[in-house]
Each structure stands twice: as structure tokens, then as C-alpha cells.
């Protein structure tokens, strides 16, 4: 597919702000408020629309009106980014009022993670690029306790766009941030930790392909939906999974990758790279990467397919944003991951 690719942001650009998933906003506005002064920081102009700020169980009970927001920030012609408030459970049932002839005909960057994986698929299959990353209340809000490279990766990503990028692994990373319901803990993060870096499970090859991906269990609501990607989708991708706050067991992560399998995805895909397991103990982390390997390696029978674990994407910070529908390239030997295209206009 030939993708479209949205224009980069620059100082006055405006950008909407949406809720297409929990309220978070109307119950912890401090911490939502506390994120969007990165975004005024860089010099954009925040539009809230409606749902931003809407009661939480007005939200859950109004799917249609979250789908709305969606339709009304692309349409918008002063908009060039559209943020996710926070993520959620349940923005899959919003598709079905989603409207897919605006979303393809206005491409602007779309931006956050977890349960805004529902979006990022329905946009990429209408030939845009999207880009999984930080909420406003989840990365945005906690970026000034967290290494500067983390905001100034974001920072480039969005406003920077070259013909190629060199991710690195940011060699710290915590699980997630102190309670929100005390106002002492703003912008505040869990410990931090020190990493050792991916993990290079197999594969000694180079490849390239357009990336593609979001959070395993999120993508599990999709499947057998009429959103669901076609098995030729598949073909070439770059394929990335990540792990929720829900800490999803090893039999759970064990049964979603056999299914891949048996959709015939790890026949098709050129790599895979799956994320730093939220709240996974080290014998835990090692253990997933053994299912991996035995899934995809043995049973699937695919053992030169690169594999990546420990990448730092989805529900860890500091996370790396991927640009899904951008070509990357996964260099076994040198040990490198990159994006080898510009990945905005």
C-alpha cells in the first residue's frame, strides 16, 4: 500500500485533543492539564474537542459521540494532529461510526498508544501513517521526569521528519507512575530502572518493511472484525506487539501468538519486535522470550525470522514513537533498527 503520509508539525500548528477511549480528563485533570503544557511548550495551539474533558461514563455509554470528535478533528482543516487523552478498554466500539472516506482524505498525524492501537489500524488501512506514542495523561504528563532523550525524541519525531532514524535503546525504563488521586505525585513515575537493552532472539539477516502493530490485547478485540486487516496485509510488514498495565499472563501471551501463527501471519511478516513487558519480573521477561521462540521458531517454523524483545514501545517509559505504514529496517548483524524513509511530509 502507498501511504499517505501527514505534514510535520511546526511552531502554531494546531492540534486537537480527543478522548476516544476512558475520560480520563474528568477524573484526574491535573494530570491531563500537566501533559498538554508540553504541547504549548512546543509552541501549538490546543484545540479540546468536545469528548476531552466529557464525563468518563457519559463517554463509556456514548461511543457514537467519542467517534464524532474523531470525525469532526480530521474534517477540521486548521487541525494538523490529532492527540488521544489517554487509552482505555473499549474504542473499538467506535469504529462502526468512524468515517473512513474523511479519514483518508484528510491525513494528520494521529498520536497514542494502547487502546488508540484500535485507531492506529483503522487509519493505516486507509493508507495513512499514524504514530504510535505517548497519551497527554501517559507520557506526555511524566515527560519531565523522565530522561531528556525521551522528549526530545518526541519532539523529533513530530517535528523533524529525516530520510532515515536510528532508534537506541534508552537503557532505563520504569512500570508506570505513583497514584494519580494524589495531587503530590503530578508528573511523578514509579522507579526507575536500568535495562539492558533489546534482545536479540534470533535472525541474522537484514530486512526491511512498513511497520505495523499496538497492544496484544487490545488488537484481540479487532480480529474477526470487519476492521481487521486481510491475510495479504501482512505481507512484508514489520510487525510490533506490546504488553498492557493488565500485565497479561504468559498462557494468554502463549495463546495470542499461536493464533498469529495460525492466521498465517508469521509467514508473511519480514520481522517481529515485541515490547518491555509492563510489570514482567527478569524470570518472567525470560520466560516470554522462550514462548516466542518456541511459538514462532518451532511450531511455525520459522527460526531466520528476526525477533526482537525488551524494545521499548507501549506501556513502559521512556517509549520509542513508531511510525506505522513508514518503512523500517531491522539489521541483525549490526544489531540496529531504523527508520529508513521520511516519515512525514
Not at 513515575?189 to 534482545?199: E, F, Q, R, Y
Not at 520466560?287 to 521462540?293: G, N, T, W
Request: net charge negative; with cysteine; aromatic share 12%.
Amino acid at each position: 500500500m502507498n501511504y499517505k503520509k501527514p505534514a510535520k508539525l511546526k511552531q502554531g500548528d494546531v492540534v486537537a485533543i480527543v478522548s476516544p477511549s476512558w475520560g480520563g480528563p474528568s477524573v484526574f485533570p491535573h494530570v491531563y492539564e500537566n501533559g498538554l503544557k508540553i504541547l504549548t511548550e512546543w509552541g501549538l495551539k490546543i484545540k479540546e474537542f468536545p469528548t476531552a474533558r466529557m464525563d468518563a461514563s457519559f463517554l463509556r455509554e456514548n461511543p457514537q459521540i467519542r467517534a464524532k470528535d474523531i470525525n469532526d478533528a480530521f474534517a477540521d482543516p486548521e487541525v494538523k494532529a490529532v492527540f488521544a487523552s489517554i487509552g482505555g478498554d473499549d474504542s473499538v466500539r467506535i469504529l462502526p461510526f468512524v468515517d473512513k472516506d474523511i479519514v483518508a482524505k484528510n491525513p494528520k498525524i494521529l498520536m497514542g498508544y494502547s487502546d488508540t492501537s484500535t485507531l492506529h489500524v483503522f487509519v493505516n488501512l486507509q493508507g495513512l501513517v499514524s504514530f504510535y506514542g505517548p497519551s497527554i495523561m501517559a507520557g506526555f504528563s511524566q515527560m519531565e521526569n523522565l530522561p531528556d532523550s525521551f522528549k526530545s525524541h518526541v519532539h523529533d519525531i513530530l517535528f523533524e521528519p529525516k530520510d532515515n532514524y536510528e532508534y537506541k535503546p534508552y537503557g532505563k525504563y520504569c512500570d508506570g507512575y505513583l497514584d494519580w488521586s494524589n495531587k503530590e505525585n503530578l508528573g511523578k513515575t514509579k522507579p526507575i530502572k536500568t535495562d539492558d537493552g533489546w534482545h536479540w532472539l534470533q535472525g541474522n539477516i537484514k530486512v526491511q518493511g512498513e511497520l505495523f502493530g499496538g497492544c496484544i490485547e487490545v488488537l484481540e478485540m479487532m480480529k474477526a472484525t470487519d476492521f481487521w486487516p486481510l491475510q495479504d496485509f501482512w505481507k512484508g510488514k514489520i510487525f510490533f506487539l506490546e504488553t498492557s498495565e493488565e500485565k497479561p499472563s504468559l498462557h494468554y501471551v502463549d495463546h495470542v501468538l499461536r493464533n498469529y501463527g495460525m492466521l498465517g501471519v508469521f509467514d508473511q511478516i519480514s520481522g517481529f519486535i515485541f515490547s518491555r513487558a509492563r510489570d514482567y519480573s527478569d524470570d518472567e521477561k525470560n520466560e516470554l522470550e522462550e514462548k516466542i521462540i518456541s511459538i514462532v521458531a518451532k511450531e511455525f517454523g520459522k527460526p531466520n525470522l528476526p525477533i526482537i524483545a525488551n524494545f521499548d514501545v507501549g506501556h513502559t517509559d521512556p517509549q520509542l514513537v513508531l511510525p506505522l505504514g513508514v518503512k523500517a529496517e531491522i539489521d541483525c548483524l549490526a544489531k540496529q533498527i531504523s527508520i529508513v524513509e521520511p516519515w512525514l511530509e
